[in-house]
T-cell receptor, first 116, second 114 residues
C-alpha cells in the first residue's frame, strides 16, 4: 500500500534561513509525489510535483524539492525563508492501486513557522 | 485562486440532517475529487468522478454519495449527519484521470454538525 510520512509536526525557522520540510514515501510502483501548502482558512495550493526526470524539482514561491530514490524521500526546501511562508505543508503520493487509483494519499502535514 | 469553486463556505446543521456541497471544477477539467479534512483523520480521499462517471472510491461512508453532472460540476450529499462528520470538505479537479495530473483544490466547505 502507498503511504507518506512527514516525521515533523512542526518546523521552526528564522526568516532568511534555509528551510527543509521532510517527507518519506512508500510505493509499490513509480512514485508520483506532490507538495501542497495550506494557509489558514484556505484550500490547498499546489507547490510542485515529481513525476520523472531531474531529482531536483522547482516549484512555486521559490520552493524546490529533492527526490531521493535510495532514501525514499522527497524533502521540500527553500534557500531563504519568509515570514509569509508560515503555513501547513502537505506531502502527497498518488495512489496507484486498487479501487482508489488516482487519488492523493496525504501525509499528516507539517506546520512551518518562520519568525522574523 | 485555483479556479475551483465550492459552495457554501460554511454550513452549520444538526445531527440527522442532510446537506449538499457543491463544486465547480476548473474550466476544461474532467475529473473531480472529494476529500475530507478532520483533525483526527487528516486529509482523506472520498470519491472521484471523471466525465460524469464514478472512477474511484476511498473511505466514503454509505451515508455519503456524490455525482457529477453533464456540465461537470459535482455535488457531495451527506445524510443522517453525525457529530463526527464535522470537517472541512475539499473538492479538487484535474484535466484527466492520469496519475501524473495535478489536482487543484477549491477553498473548501466547513461543515459543523451540532
Amino acid at each position: 500500500a502507498q503511504s507518506v510520512a512527514q516525521p515533523e509536526d512542526q518546523v521552526n525557522v528564522a526568516e532568511g534561513n534555509p528551510l527543509t520540510v521532510k517527507c518519506t514515501y512508500s510505493v509499490s510502483g513509480n512514485p508520483y509525489l506532490f507538495w501542497y501548502v495550506q494557509y489558514p482558512n484556505r484550500g490547498l495550493q499546489f507547490l510542485l510535483k515529481y513525476i520523472t526526470g531531474d531529482n531536483l524539482v522547482k516549484g512555486s514561491y521559490g520552493f524546490e524539492a529533492e527526490f531521493n530514490k535510495s532514501q525514499t524521500s522527497f524533502h521540500l526546501k527553500k534557500p531563504s525563508a519568509l515570514v509569509s511562508d508560515s503555513a501547513l505543508y502537505f506531502c502527497a503520493v498518488r495512489d496507484q492501486g486498487g479501487g482508489s487509483q488516482g487519488n492523493l494519499i496525504f501525509g499528516k502535514g507539517t506546520k512551518l513557522s518562520v519568525k522574523p | 485562486d485555483s479556479g475551483v469553486t465550492q459552495t457554501p463556505k460554511h454550513l452549520i446543521t444538526a445531527t440527522g440532517q442532510r446537506v449538499t456541497l457543491r463544486c465547480s471544477p476548473r474550466s476544461g477539467d474532467l475529473s473531480v475529487y472529494w476529500y475530507q479534512q478532520s483533525l483526527d483523520q487528516g486529509l482523506q480521499f472520498l470519491i472521484q468522478y471523471y466525465n460524469g462517471e464514478e472512477r474511484a472510491k476511498g473511505n466514503i461512508l454509505e451515508r455519503f454519495s456524490a455525482q457529477q453532472f453533464p456540465d461537470l460540476h459535482s455535488e457531495l450529499n451527506l445524510s443522517s449527519l453525525e457529530l463526527g462528520d464535522s470537517a472541512l470538505y475539499f473538492c479538487a479537479s484535474s484535466v484527466w484521470s492520469s496519475s501524473t495530473d495535478t489536482q487543484y483544490f477549491g477553498p473548501g466547505t466547513r461543515l459543523t454538525v451540532l
